[in-house]
């Protein structure tokens, strides 16, 4: 699925990566799955969750590929690595 036209693309890319699902943030944003990592769009901003080697509480992988909200508010997220739960609205995973 293409990104809407109204999304910039992230800081540092010319081109908005590929989107693969959205989901809605507690703040009002939209979580976007993407192929570049897990991207926040709230207030005119765009911001990415991105997979830090080494770090225990970033995203498996920058290759999100799916969005969940599970009946308790909590986001999970596919990525080629395997299924990672949000820590909260504004990032940090758990896997």
Do not use: K, Y
């Amino acid at each position: 699925m293409a990104a809407p036209e109204w999304l910039p693309p992230p800081p540092g890319q010319s081109q908005f990566p590929h989107a693969f699902g959205f989901a809605t943030a507690a703040d009002g944003g939209v979580w976007i799955a993407a192929n570049g990592g897990l991207l926040h769009w709230h207030a005119g901003r765009l911001h990415n969750t991105a997979h830090q080697p080494g770090q225990i509480d970033s995203l498996s992988s920058n290759a999100v590929i799916s969005l969940a909200r599970g009946a308790d508010g909590t986001l999970w997220v596919g990525t080629a690595n395997g299924l990672d739960r949000l820590l909260g609205d504004h990032g940090g995973a758990a896997r």
